[in-house]
Nanobody, 124 residues
């Protein structure tokens, strides 16, 4: 069983930055593909970014490409999401997820474990 705990959310003005962190339990973190998803009120959960086990391969959603960056530190069992140039439409609950299967994942069913989420609110 893997436990994921997100942190770093909060209220920020448009144009600002936040860095989300997701701390994972267990020794197998370095073997997992990790992902970030978000869900805004009344909307379905959507893919944000994913990173492979080594950090050498990433995919970012078009909506965040060029503004945000996913990274990981396997020594700390932590994955990060650096969010710059935030927009009001980025307001959502952000979830960290772990995938035990091979390859990157851009859809929710590809992931086996989920965190509880952290709220990000961007004011205009």
């Amino acid at each position: 069983q893997v436990q994921l705990v997100e942190s770093g959310g909060g209220l920020v003005q448009a144009g600002g930055s936040l860095r989300l962190s997701c701390a994972a339990s267990g020794r197998a973190f370095s073997t997992y593909t990790m992902g970030w998803f978000r869900q805004a009120p009344g909307k379905e959960r959507e893919f944000v970014a994913t990173i492979n086990w080594s950090g050498g391969s990433t995919i970012h959603a078009d909506s965040v490409k060029g503004r945000w960056s996913i990274s990981r530190d396997n020594a700390k069992n932590t994955v990060y999401l650096q969010m710059n140039s935030l927009k009001p439409e980025d307001t959502a609950v952000y979830y960290c997820a772990a995938r035990t299967g091979y390859g990157l994942g851009t859809v929710s069913p590809a992931y086996n474990y989920w965190g509880q989420g952290t709220q990000v609110t961007v004011s205009s």
